[in-house]
C-alpha cells in the first residue's frame, strides 16, 4: 500500500480526531507538520488552494477535509468499522453536529482571553497577533463568533448531553467507537489540554471517562515526514483515487471536464481551482498540476463545500 501521509499540526482538533482513527485502524502513517497559519506554500503546492489541516496525502492523491479523510480509512480497513450499522447515518448526522456545533461553542470558551493567554502565554506577542488576524480573515463577513458566556451556556448543556448518551455505555452510541465519538471528541481534547477552561468538563464525570477511553486508543506509532519529502512523493505518483463512487451526479449543471473552483461553504474560504474530473454521490475530485508537485488529483466532500465554474 501506498504511504498514508498526514498533514497536520500537534494543537490541530480536527487533526486529533484522524491521529485517533489511524490509530484504531491501526494503519502506519507518516507526519508532515503544517504551518497553523498562512503562509503555506508547501500545502498550497500540493492543494492548490485549500489551506486547512489537516488534510491526507496518498502518492498524488490530496484527500481534504476530515469527513472525507474518514471515508478513505475506512475504504483502506474496514475494521473496526466508524460507521457501525444500525447506526450508520446516526453516527453521520452526530459526527456533523460536533464538527460544527460543538466544535465552534467548545473554540469560543476555549479561547476566551484567560484560555488564549494560556495557549499563547509562551509565545511572543507577534505570535498571538498573526494568529488572531488569520483566524480573523477565515471567519471574516461570514461568521460570528460566540462570546464566552453564551459559549459556556451552549457547551455546559451539550456537555451534559454527551453525558446522557453515556450514561448506559462506553461509547456514544454503544459498545465501540464510531465517527460520532471522534468528531465529538476532538473540541474536548482541546478544552483539556488548557488549565484555566478545562475545569468544565469537570461537571460531566461520564464524558472525562469516555475521554479517557478515546485518548487510551492512540495514534499509532507515525513516522516523521518533510514537506519536500512529501512534494516529492506526489511528483513520482500519478493519481489513483480510492474513492470508489465514480457515477456522475451532476446537481450544478457543470459538465465533467471543466474549469472549476471549490471551496468550503464556511471558515477559510480559500478557493482551489482544477479541472473537474469526478462528481460522485459524496465527493468532488480536481485535477491540477505544478511544477514541484507534478500533477495531482484533490478531493472533497459534497457536503460543506462550494461547486463553481471557474470564471475564465
Ligand atoms: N471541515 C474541516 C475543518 C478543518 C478545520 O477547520 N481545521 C482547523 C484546524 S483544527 C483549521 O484548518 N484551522 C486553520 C488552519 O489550520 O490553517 C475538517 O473536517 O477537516
Known amino acids: ?69 474518514a471515508d478513505v480509512l475506512e475504504h483502506l480497513q474496514p475494521e473496526a468499522t466508524l460507521y457501525p450499522e444500525p447506526e450508520k447515518g446516526m453516527s453521520r448526522i452526530l459526527a456533523q453536529w460536533a464538527d460544527t456545533t460543538l466544535f465552534w461553542a467548545a473554540m469560543a470558551w476555549n479561547l476566551q482571553p484567560k484560555g488564549a493567554a494560556e495557549v499563547f502565554g509562551n509565545a511572543p506577542p507577534e505570535a498571538a497577533k498573526a494568529f488572531g ?11 460570528t463568533r460566540l462570546r464566552p458566556a453564551d459559549a459556556a451556556s451552549a457547551y455546559k448543556s451539550y456537555l451534559r448531553r454527551l453525558s446522557d448518551m453515556l450514561d448506559d455505555k462506553p461509547f456514544l452510541l454503544g459498545e465501540v467507537p464510531s465517527i460520532a465519538d471522534f468528531s465529538a471528541y476532538h473540541p474536548l481534547w482541546y478544552t483539556r489540554r488548557i488549565e484555566a477552561v478545562k475545569g468544565i468538563l469537570d461537571l460531566t464525570p ?53 474549469t472549476v ?10 478557493e482551489t481551482t482544477g479541472t473537474l474530473v469526478a462528481a460522485t454521490r459524496t465527493h468532488y475530485t480536481l485535477a491540477r498540476s505544478s511544477e514541484r508537485a507534478g500533477t495531482v488529483h484533490v478531493h472533497f466532500p459534497r457536503i460543506g463545500y462550494v461547486l463553481k465554474k471557474a470564471e475564465t
Not at 500537534?10 to 504551518?35: M, Y
Not at 488576524?133 to 461568521?143: F, L, N, Y
Not at 511528483?235 to 450544478?252: C, G, R, V, Y
Request: charged share 20%; aromatic share 8%; hydrophobic share 40%.
Open 206 to 258: 461520564a464524558v472525562t471517562d469516555w475521554m479517557d477511553r478515546m485518548a487510551a486508543i492512540g495514534h499509532g506509532a507515525p513516522d516523521k515526514f518533510s514537506a519536500d519529502e512529501a512534494i516529492a512523493a506526489a511528483k513520482a505518483a500519478a493519481p489513483a483515487s480510492l474513492l470508489t463512487d465514480s457515477t456522475f451526479q451532476d446537481d450544478h449543471g457543470i459538465p465533467l471536464g471543466s
Open 1 to 69: 500500500m501506498t504511504d498514508l501521509i498526514l498533514h497536520h499540526y500537534p494543537t490541530s482538533p480536527f487533526s486529533e480526531k484522524i491521529r485517533l482513527i489511524l490509530g484504531a485502524k491501526k494503519l502506519p502513517w507518516k507526519s508532515v507538520f503544517i504551518p497553523p497559519i498562512m503562509p503555506k506554500p508547501n500545502v498550497l503546492e500540493l492543494t492548490g488552494g485549500y489551506r486547512k489541516t489537516p488534510f491526507l496525502q496518498i502518492g498524488a492523491d490530496m484527500y481534504c477535509d476530515s469527513a472525507l479523510i
Open 133 to 143: 488576524e488569520d483566524r480573523g480573515k477565515m471567519t471574516a463577513g461570514h461568521m
Open 261 to 270: 473552483t471549490i471551496r468550503a461553504e464556511s471558515f477559510g474560504l480559500e
